[in-house]
DNA sequence: TTAAACAGTACCATTCCAGTCCTGATTGAG
DNA sequence: CTCAATCAGGACTGGAATGGTACTGTTTAA
């Protein structure tokens, strides 16, 4: 568990596929079948990634998608916020005010962090490092952790 | 989005609690009053985390709950991992063989490494951590990439 | 023997997600 | 100017998962 949600997924293949030709542009069927995505769901993922300003989009005929910025430079962690809307690990994080335990609640400062912690390994990894020609680096990230100890 | 359960979150919250006093034993009825959180769902919560094996139960009049180990021995991602399954980002990464694209997919490998990242921020956050006495600490982490780099 | 307390299972209502379809707007080509 | 290609936007539906709740059984201490 902990998952992304499917469409996520598509959306990060749907882009990699782009982003192996990343000047080009794509008609959302062109992409389905590069993809081997369906093509309805190829539609309605296209249009939301258009909505966030992940890729532009042309209409009429010769119309199309394509990258609205370089691949190195779109991160996971747009996509996902992208498709589900912001990172947060709780509903407390992101909808402040929403949930009844908030005065009492002795985690929720500390889902934050975590929650901070997980958006910053994504924001970390780019469509370019998505790219099938994976050869490893090991890279640290810095991850907020709440200890008794100082900064 | 990228939630955790909501019942993974009462499941932190009440491990919380008893890890507050932890060689204490706690009754389900206790805890729930202790943590406001529902006693039902209180008592479900438990059930799972004792078949996980981070609390032990005592059956019977004067029985209850106690942490099984440490609180710092106790991760967040043993408590995802015990309300959720297996921790993974997209289907592929927990159930080999379940996607039919497995054969042409580009970011299958690209997420297996993202998963284990998150997996191991999460392992880096215990028990002890999320107790409500927050001081800040940073600690580096080292989070798998996928780049046309070394190893 | 009895009451306290956990174990296991089953159930339901709600929400959410994935997938599809339809209609409308825009644009290039003939 | 007309038509076909293509994206935009929204509505709809079936299914699955989540979250709560309740019920029955088992264990244990007093």
Redesign the interface.
Known sequence: ??????LT?YA??LL??MAAEHDTQFSAADLAARS?VEAPTTAKVLKSLANAGLVESRRGAGGGYRLARAPAAIT?ADV?AA?????????CVVDEGACG?EG????Q???R??SI??EA??R??TL????????????????????????
Chains 1, 2 share one sequence.
């Open positions: 568990m902990l998952r992304i949600a499917k997924d990060t293949v990699t596929t081997r996971i996902v498709m589900e809307g912001p990172i947060g690990m709780t509903e335990h009492h609640c002795g985690v400062a500390n889902w962090r975590i912690a997980i390994a994504l970390a990894v370019a490092d998505m790219l099938p020609k994976p050869a490893l680096r090991r890279i640290p990230i810095r991850v907020l952790r709440t200890d008794a100890a100082t900064s």
